[in-house]
């Protein structure tokens, strides 16, 4: 399975922006999406997951009522919706994928595919 974010860029605080992370193939071991984030100099951090077959969504507690994550079936494609950014979002942003979101769901050491990252930057 590959993973291709793209809609990182900069923006000024309080602004939007939304991640794609475009999938190769949608198998069992990519039920599960989620989103990660690394600021230089901290460990990678959950911020957000989706379970695909049935829709569910999991939020950092950092990130509940500004992030939104969800998944188009057609395109395979999860997005992740960034509305009220703050300067604490800055941070590379990684997509990836395991086969369920039912445990460890903010776990970076569970995933086993991972996109390239894309910058974002608020100021």
């Known amino acids: 399975v590959q993973l291709v974010e793209s809609g990182g860029g900069s923006v000024q605080a309080g602004g939007s922006l939304r991640l794609s992370c475009a999938t190769s193939?949608?198998?069992?071991?990519?039920?599960?999406m989620g989103w990660f984030r690394q600021a230089p100099g901290k460990e990678r951090e959950g911020v957000a997951a989706?379970?695909?077959?049935?829709?569910?969504?999991y939020y950092a507690d950092s990130v509940r009522g500004r992030f939104t994550i969800s998944h188009d079936k057609v395109k395979n494609t999860v997005y992740l919706q960034m509305n009220s950014l703050k300067p604490v979002d800055t941070a590379m942003y990684y997509c990836?994928?395991?086969?369920?979101?039912?445990?460890?769901?903010?776990?970076?050491?569970?995933?086993?595919?991972w996109g390239q990252g894309t910058q974002v930057t608020v100021s």
């Open positions: 990836a994928a395991k086969s369920t979101c039912y445990y460890s769901t903010y776990d970076p050491s569970t995933y086993s595919y």
């Open positions: 193939s949608y198998t069992v071991s990519s039920v599960c």
């Open positions: 989706i379970h695909t077959t049935v829709g569910s969504t």
